[in-house]
């Protein structure tokens, strides 16, 4: 099948698209890497719950927090596990999608939106369940003095919309 304009310009805004979340995954993961102890701190408080607002009497959550600082640098090692293979699954995918631009080159496509389906579905795992259920709603983050939440779905509503928007079939019609 003859690769048309309007083909071309869907898979690349898809290729371009996926290569952006996965630089996003790589870079939050870095930054997390590189100055690890300022997001740590982020943590680390979130999970013992010690920086609660002053209005904030919930006693009986504050009994769901960590203070065993060694399962506190377990989950942070987990969070920047997931982000970097967001990020790498993501910029695979999208470089995939990047080789599927060649009227020769099938077998990519398919590929390259399975890569990327699995790294916006673990992006959705990190910034949604991880930080807006769990660290939002058992760690009382919408509470806590380091509060990630808006952040959380914004990255979560991204990664679901372009998980979305890859997804779909192209259309050749110009």
């Known amino acids: 099948m003859k690769t048309t304009p309007h083909l071309f310009a869907q898979r690349l805004s898809k290729a371009l698209l996926a290569l952006s979340i996965g630089l996003f995954g790589l870079m939050v993961a870095s930054g997390n890497l590189l100055d690890y102890d300022s997001n740590w701190q982020f943590v680390r408080h979130v999970l013992s719950m010690d920086n609660m607002q002053p209005w904030f009497h919930g006693d009986a959550l504050r009994g769901r927090a960590i ?92 990664a679901l919309l372009a998980l979305i928007y890859v997804n779909q079939p192209e259309s050749s019609a110009d």
């Open 67 to 158: 203070h065993s600082e060694a399962i506190q640098r377990l989950a942070y090692a987990a969070i920047i596990a997931g982000e970097l293979a967001v990020g790498l699954l993501c910029a695979a995918g999208g470089a995939m999608l990047l080789l599927a631009l060649r009227p020769t080159a099938g077998i990519w496509l398919p590929r390259g939106k399975a890569c990327f389906t699995l790294g916006a579905t673990l992006a959705i795992l990190v910034w949604h369940t991880g930080f807006a259920v769990i660290g939002g709603e058992y760690f009382a983050m919408w509470a806590n003095q380091f509060n990630g939440q808006f952040s959380a779905y914004a990255f979560t509503g991204i």
